[in-house]
């Protein structure tokens, strides 16, 4: 173990069997391109080397293979990243490994396989459990594909979770937690039901616009994220981010806190973003989007960044009082220093007023009620 904050390792797999309507992510299809993939696989390991020459020795919390959809990849190419990982770092006693997997029986198959090569947390974009949502949303995989997926996962990887998306067209209250409920009984200790939001440049933001698409109303959209936080909660899930539910400590995703804790992160692999400490700094990296200028970027200069920006204290203070506020542990007082923001000043007694913000003399914790307006109050902040 080392004396330093431990880090977690983002690594971006960008191919997609098909481009969801809804999604604005770094992503490409997946078919045609298998040279261009060896080449990326090379890329990110040897980025993850050169990462490794700029973090010095660190302890490593967490391993996340995003994208895209990484369950396409070779399993024992995600071995070869893996492995790399903790041979370049030291990994914790409780070292999180995530796979994120659409559940298509294709993929379902290779479960074992990644399981192998040392992912021990799957991820599993389930997003809807009908098959006309399913449709809706662009899905290449069914209800019963889905179930099938979840009850394989469930016993091959020790850890589940299932992403679910809500605030679908015509959805009720009723239907969306009686999906819920079904999503429990499949057996996750992790949920993370995210609202459907309307990315501009998407399909879905086309339809909105010709009017082929009419999203939930504000009020319907709070009604299905009331119904979001009563359903699970009766389940015994904790509500420790806004959008993720554990149930209990163990179950809580050691990779997304890292990002909402302000922790350091490697981000490898075309279009991935990381945040580093380099002498002393905050930084932001910004990798190539396009995977051939990742590989011809890498190959350059060992590394796959395109920029990086020093943050300055105020805007490194920012980002961390957007992403901690997302948590229930909220942010210290002391980490957002340079915002000049305490349990005095009265941009944080109005909100504290108005039941927005929890009274507490050492951190900043949004209400469950904040949470509901979080945009809102972390804006009131920000601009405090």
């Not at 770094?26 to 060896?38: H, I, K, T």
């Not at 396009?290 to 920012?318: K, M």
Request: aromatic content about 6%.
């Amino acid at each position: 173990m080392t004396s330093l904050a431990p880090l977690g390792v983002y690594i971006h797999w960008p191919y997609c069997a098909r481009i969801c309507p809804y999604c604005d992510f770094n992503v490409l299809r997946d078919r045609g391109r298998e040279v261009e993939q060896r080449a990326l696989k090379d890329a990110i390991l040897a980025d993850l080397r050169r990462h490794r020459e700029l973090t010095g020795p660190r302890d490593l919390i967490s391993i996340f293979l995003g994208g895209g959809t990484p369950s396409l990849m070779d399993p024992d190419w995600a071995g070869e990243m893996i492995a790399l990982c903790r041979q370049l770092w030291t990994p914790m006693p409780n070292l999180e490994v995530t796979l994120e997997a659409n559940p298509t029986d294709a993929e379902a198959d290779r479960f074992s396989g990644f399981a192998s090569a040392g992912v021990q947390r799957l991820s599993l974009g389930v997003q809807a459990l009908d098959d006309a949502s399913l449709t809706l949303l662009g899905r290449n995989h069914g209800a019963d594909e889905a179930r099938r997926a979840a009850a394989l996962g469930a016993r091959v990887f020790p850890r589940l979770s299932l992403d679910l998306i809500y605030a679908r067209p015509g959805q009720t209250p009723e239907a969306w937690r009686a999906e819920l409920s079904e999503a429990i009984d499949l057996g996750a200790e992790h949920l993370s039901p995210y609202q459907l939001t309307i990315e501009a440049g998407t399909a879905f933001d086309r339809a909105v616009k010709r009017g082929t698409l009419v999203p939930p109303g504000e009020d319907l959209a709070a009604e299905l994220f009331d119904v979001t936080q009563d359903t699970l909660t009766a389940a015994g899930f904790t509500a420790y981010e806004v959008s993720n539910h554990a149930r209990g400590p163990a179950a809580r995703s050691n990779h997304n806190l890292v990002y909402w804790r302000g922790q350091d992160y490697v981000g490898a692999g075309p279009g991935a973003h990381g945040r580093l400490t380099l002498d002393g700094a905050r930084t932001a990296t910004f990798a190539a989007a396009r995977p051939a200028d990742y590989i011809a970027r890498v190959a350059e200069t060992g590394l796959g960044w395109v920029t990086q920006e020093t943050l300055t204290p105020q805007q490194a203070a920012e980002e961390r009082l957007l992403a901690g506020l997302r948590i229930e542990d909220g942010v210290s007082f002391d980490e957002i220093a340079a915002l000049s923001l305490t349990p005095a000043h009265p941009e944080v007694l109005s909100l504290a007023q108005a039941g927005l913000i929890a009274s507490d003399p050492d951190r900043l914790r949004a209400t469950p009620a904040g949470r509901l307006v979080l945009n809102w109050v972390t804006s009131r902040l920000a601009l405090a």
